[in-house]
T-cell receptor, first 113, second 113 residues
Framework: QQQVKQSPQSLIVQKGGISIINCAYE??????FPWYQQFPGKGPALLIA?????SEKKEGRFTISFNKSAKQFSLHIMDSQPGDSATYFC????????????FGGGTRVLVKP | NAGVMQNPRHLVRRRGQEARLRCSPV?????VYWYRQLPEEGLKFMVY????????ESGMPKERFSAEFPKEGPSILRIQQVVRGDSAAYFC???????????FGSGTQLSVL
């Protein structure tokens, strides 16, 4: 199975709050898990990525948590800012296949000031 | 250094016409990917090309769709005899190597009347 399921579909958070987005995958051959941020009218941009040999990766206010046994990974946005308002996509791929990504359905995040 | 350039940004076609979408990758990038995004959905992989070669076209519909990345010039995604169901945003992405960071263009919004 190649599917990646993402939840929630949308999220409203107050400025300074924490945004949490969850993804689950089925294909145990996936070995690369990136998150992309997309603003209206723009293409997705790589935000942060993780490989299954680590359980957590942090870059600034963005953290990925990875649970290999549960086949789940999540994105945490700490101290959310209005500029973080965007659609976020999780994705997964098999590195041997290059950047052939399987995307989740996306989460629209709105950060209220 | 310009990013991935896609043109046109918007393309309107009537049913039965042909659509040609162009993509100029980041300078120096030889790996190009095409993805399709339907409204309120995640991106779906279509095809992976590397200069003059199709590496993986497993996401391409069997009929009417073709892609090329010639030695000189942009990558072209060609859709013949368009139907309303082809209406979507088509994104091109490029990378310097098979597993290098992927950069997306701003997409071409195809509308079929």
């Amino acid at each position: 199975q190649q599917q990646v399921k993402q939840s929630p579909q949308s999220l409203i958070v107050q400025k300074g709050g924490i945004s949490i987005i969850n993804c689950a995958y089925e294909n145990t051959a996936f070995d690369y898990f990136p998150w992309y941020q997309q603003f209206p009218g723009k293409g997705p941009a790589l935000l942060i990525a993780i490989r299954p040999d680590v359980s957590e990766k942090k870059e600034g206010r963005f953290t990925i948590s990875f649970n290999k046994s549960a086949k789940q990974f999540s994105l945490h946005i700490m101290d959310s800012q209005p500029g973080d308002s965007a659609t976020y996509f999780c994705a997964a791929s098999i590195q041997a296949a290059g950047n052939k990504l399987t995307f989740g359905g996306g989460t629209r995040v709105l950060v209220k000031p | 250094n310009a990013g991935v350039m896609q043109n046109p940004r918007h393309l309107v076609r009537r049913r039965g016409q042909e659509a040609r979408l162009r993509c100029s990758p980041v300078k120096g990038h030889s790996h190009v990917y095409w993805y399709r995004q339907l409204p309120e959905e995640g991106l779906k992989f279509m095809v992976y090309l590397q200069k003059e070669n199709i590496i993986d076209e497993s996401g391409m519909p069997k009929e009417r769709f073709s892609a090329e990345f010639p030695k000189e010039g942009p990558s072209i995604l060609r859709i013949q005899q368009v139907v309303r169901g082809d209406s979507a945003a088509y994104f091109c992405a490029s990378s310097a190597g098979q597993n290098e960071k992927l950069f997306f263009g701003s997409g071409t919004q195809l509308s079929v009347l």
